[in-house]
């Protein structure tokens, strides 16, 4: 099985670059939030990141399981949306 580590910096750049995503598939989307999430908790944006993973899907919880569960597509945005924020 290949191993999927996707580059912090890679995963974090803004789109307003025009690259394509660093993620194809529902793994690799996952993969990318997960770096989302490590990277949003060392900014101190969310206080915990939870990610529970299943044979064939993963669920996030932010900031912890008292919420709904997200997507990985659900995740992403929302991760992207608050990395991305511009702080005044």
Do not use: C, W
Request: net charge negative; no cysteine.
């Amino acid at each position: 099985m290949e191993s999927h580590s996707p580059d912090l910096n890679r995963a974090t750049k803004s789109n307003s670059s025009h690259q394509a995503p660093d993620f194809h598939d529902e793994l690799s989307l996952s993969d990318v939030v997960e770096v989302l999430g490590k990277k949003a908790l060392q900014l101190g944006l969310i206080p915990s990141f939870v990610v529970r993973h299943f044979p064939d899907s993963s669920q996030f919880y932010i900031p912890d399981e008292q919420g709904e569960p997200l997507t990985p597509e659900e995740a992403y945005l929302q991760l992207k949306a608050l990395i991305e924020r511009p702080t005044h």
